[in-house]
């Protein structure tokens, strides 16, 4: 019952000083078998605040993407006349070397996704996700338009607020949805519309009673949400943004636990893994080591068959 389980890992946020980590991360193995089936290799990144011009703050993509911004809306430049993004170039080397999947968190769909387009060494090997903070249905669409295109699989994140009708006590419930549940699905619908692969990343929930967790993981709700998606759609855990810094050294437990639960039919409700490790300059406080990520592969690994770098057949 989809014993297969992924693991897509890299820092928050990638930049000059971590890069050396991602090729290190590919390179990981269980049993002489590579098991990091994708990185994340996030460029852009939407913070609190905007900080113009400081590409440490805002991601190592931020100056080229203000450059091409400008161009698309001043001068109407073409997407194949743009800079291409440093992070994407990172990203079609490791792809290159590796056959791994990047994954990557988009800002603006038309200029990010129209450059990774350009790039055929990530044919099939990309994973664009929506912001937790961006639960518009259009922009998931976008992306569902060009995933179709190239092989691509859509990431589809839950949102932070979780809504005020919302029992904590009572989330596993397919028929009594809450209103983040359906937006969440909503949001799948989206994608489904061009019979995409599909993921849904639980991140956990920005609630009152999170206690020490950055965000409360809600288990029971993601199995419904993934009961109702349909048979295609894999469900990914992020426990990084779960429990974040306060909860840091309890992430390697915790998934490992996480990756156990099951659904009612008995199947496993996650399929994958979606962590931040390594440095960043952003969330540095809720990575794992790479020592740590290591050990977390080969625990996973007594109790799920980890997916080797591939795309989905």
């Known amino acids: 019952m989809n014993r297969s389980f992924e693991v897509i890992a890299g820092p928050c946020s990638v930049n000059e000083t971590n890069i ?15 098991a990091v089936g994708g990185l994340r290799v996030v460029g852009l990144k939407s913070r609190t605040a905007y900080k113009e011009g400081n590409p440490a703050y805002m991601g190592m993509d931020a100056l080229v993407y203000e450059r091409n911004l400008a161009a698309r809306l001043y001068n109407d430049t073409q997407i194949v006349d743009m800079e291409q ?6 990203g079609v080397d ?17 200029i990010q996704l129209g450059l990774a387009a350009l790039e055929s060494g990530l044919n099939g090997l990309f994973v ?17 338009r060009m995933a179709a295109r190239y092989g691509w699989t859509v990431g ?81 855990y992020d426990p990084s943004h779960a429990l974040g810094p306060k909860m840091r050294d309890q992430i390697v437990a ?12 008995g199947s496993y409700i996650y399929d994958g893994l979606l962590i931040e490790a390594g440095d960043s300059t952003t969330d540095t406080d809720q990575h794992v080591t790479l020592a740590e990520l290591e050990d977390l592969i ?10 080797t770098p591939t795309r989905y057949n």
């Open 20 to 34: 050396k980590q991602l090729y290190e991360i590919a390179k990981m193995s269980v049993n002489g078998r590579w």
């Open 85 to 90: 993004l440093p992070s994407l170039v990172i």
């Open 94 to 110: 490791l792809a290159k070397h590796y056959g791994i999947r990047i994954a990557t968190e988009i800002m603006d769909s038309d």
């Open 128 to 144: 664009p996700w929506n912001p937790s903070a961006n639960q518009l249905g259009f922009p998931v669409l976008r992306t569902a």
């Open 156 to 236: 589809i994140k839950n949102g932070k607020w979780i809504g005020a009708e919302t029992n904590l006590a009572d989330d596993s419930s397919v028929e009594n949805r809450t209103p983040i549940e359906d937006v969440w699905n909503g949001l799948a619908v989206y994608a489904d519309l061009l019979n995409n692969h599909k993921i849904m990343i639980h991140r956990g929930f920005d609630v009152p009673e999170k206690g020490d967790h950055r965000n409360l993981p809600l288990h029971n709700m993601a199995a419904a949400v993934k009961a109702r998606a349909g048979e295609c759609v894999r469900m990914f």
């Open 254 to 265: 915790n998934t490992v636990l996480a990756a156990q639960m099951r659904m009612p039919d």
């Open 298 to 307: 080969i625990q996973l690994s007594k109790y799920r068959d980890i997916v």
